[in-house]
Nanobody, 117 residues
Framework: VQLQASGGGLVQPGGSLRLSCAASGSIESINVMAWYRQATGAQRELVATIASNGSTNYIDSVRGRFTISRDNAKNTVSLQMNSLKPEDAAVYYC????????????WGQGTQVTVSS
C-alpha cells in the first residue's frame, strides 16, 4: 500500500488549507484512514480519523475547525483545515490502517503546513 499526500503550504493565521492523500495498492474495503501531525521537537500526534463507514473522530484542539473526509471509491482522504492557528503548524502525515484489529499501519510522506503572518 502506498499513500501520496499533497496540499501543504504556507498560510496566515485564520486561513484555510486542504490536504489530500491518495492510497493505492492492496487496500481492504474495511479500514481506517487518518491524519497525524508532528511539530518540530514534538511527538507525532493523531489529528483525525475516519472509518470506511464514515465515522469520524477528532482531537479536541481541531474539532470544529478541521473536517476529515474520504472517498471510498477513489481511496482518498482529505483534511479541510479552517481557522488555522500557529500551533497547527507541523508536518502532516496521512495514514491507513487495515487488517485484524486495524493493526497494520501504512504512512504517506509528510506534507508541511506552516501558519505564519
Amino acid at each position: 500500500v502506498q499513500l501520496q499526500a499533497s496540499g501543504g503550504g504556507l498560510v496566515q493565521p485564520g486561513g484555510s488549507l486542504r490536504l489530500s492523500c491518495a492510497a493505492s495498492g492492496s487496500i481492504e474495503s474495511i479500514n481506517v484512514m487518518a491524519w497525524y501531525r508532528q511539530a518540530t521537537g514534538a511527538q507525532r500526534e493523531l489529528v483525525a480519523t475516519i472509518a470506511s463507514n464514515g465515522s469520524t473522530n477528532y482531537i479536541d484542539s481541531v474539532r470544529g475547525r478541521f473536517t476529515i473526509s474520504r472517498d471510498n471509491a477513489k481511496n482518498t482522504v482529505s483534511l479541510q483545515m479552517n481557522s488555522l492557528k500557529p500551533e497547527d503548524a507541523a508536518v502532516y502525515y496521512c495514514n491507513l490502517r487495515q487488517g485484524r484489529r486495524f493493526s497494520v499501519y501504512y504512512w504517506g510522506q509528510g506534507t508541511q503546513v506552516t501558519v505564519s503572518s
